[in-house]
T-cell receptor, first 109, second 115 residues
Framework: RKEVEQDPGPFNVPEGATVAFNCTYSNSASQSFFWYRQDCRKEPKLLMSVYSSGNEDGRFTAQLNRASQYISLLIRDSKLSDSATYLCVVNFNTDKLIFGTGTRLQVFP | GAVVSQHPSRVICKSGTSVKIECRSLDFQATTMFWYRQFPKQSLMLMATSNEGSKATYEQGVEKDKFLINHASLTLSTLTVTSAHPEDSSFYIC???????????FGPGTRLTVT
């Protein structure tokens, strides 16, 4: 089983739609959780950290369920510029980030 | 925000030659730098972790004699791919971290093509 699993997609949604991505992780001792965004042939950029209480940043909402070892990202009112690959990232200790393979989102007009 | 640069952004080399990639933290001191590799349609895979002034820690399956890492200062780490082969063609990305914080700042990556 992969340490971090994501649905690869692609998710094709119209502008204005709401879309949700899910991610599961295998190590129950995981400490920190993140969503990164990666555009084609570019480096990943931190979108948001994920906290146990859930957190929101504008149109983006992240949730963490430690009991189920599950993380989600919700994007409301999708924009064309949201098209990218979204990487679920888990930190098992202070050094190592484990990346999922990413979920590709394509927003169309 | 913290900025990390990489050089070169793209390199093409012949099989058997060596290639050096530089990773610099421009506006902060990076006590730890990480080197990742990403093949097409795959996730980033950590190759090694380097702390300034000490030897790098390599992940399982990564040959330390082939991928030489030097982290001689708090703002510079280098990765040298020795005797490169076509299967080493990949996207190499570094990241840097200041102190004990978890967040890593990524460089723009280096696309290596070995012919």
């Amino acid at each position: 089983r992969k340490e971090v699993e994501q649905d690869p997609g692609p998710f094709n949604v119209p502008e204005g739609a709401t879309v949700a991505f899910n991610c599961t992780y295998s190590n129950s001792a995981s400490q920190s959780f993140f969503w990164y965004r990666q555009d084609c042939r570019k480096e990943p950029k931190l979108l948001m950290s994920v906290y146990s209480s859930g957190n929101e940043d504008g149109r983006f909402t992240a949730q963490l369920n430690r009991a189920s070892q599950y993380i989600s990202l919700l994007i409301r009112d999708s924009k064309l510029s949201d098209s990218a690959t979204y990487l679920c990232v888990v930190n098992f200790n202070t050094d190592k980030l484990i990346f999922g393979t990413g979920t590709r989102l394509q927003v169309f007009p | 925000g913290a900025v990390v640069s990489q050089h070169p952004s793209r390199v093409i080399c012949k099989s058997g030659t060596s290639v050096k990639i530089e990773c610099r933290s421009l506006d902060f001191q990076a006590t730890t730098m990480f080197w990742y590799r990403q093949f097409p349609k795959q996730s980033l895979m950590l190759m090694a972790t380097s702390n300034e002034g000490s030897k790098a820690t390599y992940e399982q399956g990564v040959e330390k004699d082939k991928f030489l890492i030097n982290h001689a200062s708090l703002t510079l780490s280098t990765l040298t791919v020795t005797s490169a082969h076509p299967e080493d063609s990949s996207f190499y990305i570094c990241s840097a971290r200041a102190g004990s914080v978890t967040e890593q700042y990524f460089g723009p990556g280096t696309r290596l093509t070995v012919t």
